[in-house]
């Protein structure tokens, strides 16, 4: 059997969906269909800093079609979205964050999570983006406990205070006087990231700059 052969069958079995919407793809389409490519929320919203990121971006808005895939993504097992996401996140930060990184790294998961669900989905989210973006992934962080999920704190002070301490760098020879670029899934708060990168900047990164798939807006999480 040849492999277009196989590739035929397995789609006549499992029809290739949109990452997005999960409708039918076209014989053209390629993981987004037509219509989800035309009207994805863009992330429009300020350019964002922090105190130890000095610059942060994400394609897409976290809201409807795109929050929902990143559910499947992060809890569903669906762990080929990477792929697609990657491609997304690799062409936004070659145009926004050009010339501010040349190391790549993600948030760690902790381990609990990555036993639950199988794989560390900031890991697969950074390899998909360097390997579009010419850079692999270099590991500078640990997670060493496992505190309560992000999305169960009420506000962003308890998110801040959540995720206070619990990283730790790995080798900081590795990335000591470095431009690091950042990795991670979704940005609500922007908590998670502001810790890590103060983890960074601590150990000996030069800068830290962030990116991630998708934001949510900065209002929405200010209460």
């Known amino acids: 059997?040849?492999?277009?052969?196989?590739?035929?069958?397995?789609?006549?079995l499992y029809p290739p969906k949109c990452v997005f919407c999960r409708g039918l793809l076209e014989p053209d389409e390629r993981e987004i269909c037509r219509e989800c490519r035309m009207n994805l929320p863009v992330f429009d919203g300020p350019q964002r800093t922090g105190r130890y990121f000095s610059a942060l971006c994400a394609p897409l808005r976290y809201e409807g079609v795109v929050r929902e895939s990143l559910l499947r993504y992060k809890f569903g097992g669906l762990r080929q979205y990477a792929a697609c996401y990657g491609e997304l996140l690799a062409a936004a930060?070659?145009?926004?964050?050009?010339?501010?990184?040349?190391?790549?790294?993600?948030?760690p998961a902790g381990r609990r999570r990555r036993r639950k669900r199988g794989?560390?989905?900031?890991?697969?989210?950074?390899e998909e983006t360097g390997k579009r973006l010419g850079l692999r992934p270099v590991?500078?962080?640990?997670?060493?406990?496992?505190?309560?999920?992000q999305s169960s704190m009420a506000n962003a002070g308890s998110r801040r205070a959540n995720v206070m301490g619990v990283y730790e760098p790995v080798r900081?020879?590795?990335?000591?006087?470095?431009?690091v670029l950042l990795i991670d899934d979704i940005i609500t708060t922007g908590a998670t990231l502001s810790e890590a990168a103060r983890t960074l900047r601590t150990a000996g990164a030069a800068d830290v700059v962030c990116a991630?798939?998708?934001?949510?807006?900065?209002?929405?999480n200010s209460r």
């Open 119 to 126: 794989y560390d989905q900031a890991l697969l989210l950074a």
């Open 212 to 220: 991630a798939l998708a934001a949510a807006d900065e209002r929405e």
């Open 1 to 12: 059997m040849t492999r277009n052969f196989l590739a035929g069958l397995l789609d006549l």
């Open 139 to 149: 590991p500078t962080l640990r997670k060493p406990r496992d505190n309560p999920a």
């Open 172 to 179: 900081p020879e590795r990335f000591a006087g470095k431009r």
């Open 93 to 107: 930060a070659s145009t926004r964050l050009a010339g501010k990184f040349n190391l790549i790294t993600w948030v």
